[in-house]
């Protein structure tokens, strides 16, 4: 009876054991598990020097996380081909020199024209007198206290003077900060950029596989904790110092760029994909575009996809619904836990691109040359 009793105890324990094994086995081997990537940087004779080898493949793009807004649902499988990649924004002196060689004049640094800033506007809005227009940009000025997050023109004005070389204003500068990206560039600047660097801006989904950087659906470029042994890993506002958008003497002034390379880089060796300033892409901004591709495609794998033929954002309160507009990526040094939260890879947002401003830089991609 008792040696009945021991088989049976012993076959128990032999089942357990292998259940187990096969739970172990179906969580590694029955489910695909995203293999760490190989960083590879150009260094000019295998590869464009300052560029790291995106090897492209098939993803998850966008997002069903909590934190995720309309615009990046549903998550949708899409694949994109190899290409390369600037390991960081387009820093102050990259853009100098592009200046110097081309004698390019910036949007900001022009008169605005009237026919692109209509198309911003209500219909039927008067066009104001030429006094009004003069170059500048855009510039977060902040706030002296808290305030109701609903209405971002609190917290950001339109700055005479305010350009590249003086990115919050004619009395600021950018001496000492050759290595931080560029900012109040529009997007036909970073076009003009683009094609004397030989480069061009990425896709969408280009951007955000780059920006994975072979993590699958983690909710950070990092993974899935913002914080990483007690420090924020990007340059994002940090709201248990300073409440946003308040601007305070004792917290040292208005934040801004860090220089690139300050914070770690991901698993294609890209430094800043998220945090630090926004990013143009390439493609035209739809607040739909996800629904429209998981809707006409299914369950399908999306090739190389291009963004869609049109703008359309019926969130932009007083500005048109198809009013033009060009997806921006990436976040800001303003993104922060109570506002925005745009430093997670899948975060999308539309802007005008006649309108730099102060937050709101770039960085290429280029094709395989094989």
Partial sequence: MKNAQGRVLWIAVLFALGLGAYLVWSHFISKPQQAIPEIRLGDGVNGPKGMAWIPGGEFLMGSNHQKSQANEKPTHKVKVSGFWMDTTHVTNDQFAQFIKETHYKTTAEQVPDWETIRVQLPPGT??????????????????????????????????????WQHPTGPQSNIEGKGDHPVVQVSYEDALAYAKWAGKRLPTEAEWEFAARGGLNQATYVWGDQLEQQGKLPANIWDVKKQAFPVVSPKAGGAVGTSGVGTFPQNGYGLFDMTGNAWQWVADWYRADYFAMQAKEHGNSVIDNPQGPGSSYDPDDYGVPPNAPKRVIRGGSFLCNEDYCQSYRPSARRGADPFSPMSHLGFRLAKDSEK
């Fill in 126 to 163: 008067p066009k104001p007198p030429a006094s009004v227009f003069v170059p500048g940009a855009m510039v977060f000025v902040g706030t002296k206290a808290k305030v109701n997050l609903n209405d971002y023109s609190q917290w950001w004005a339109y700055v005479p003077g305010a350009n």
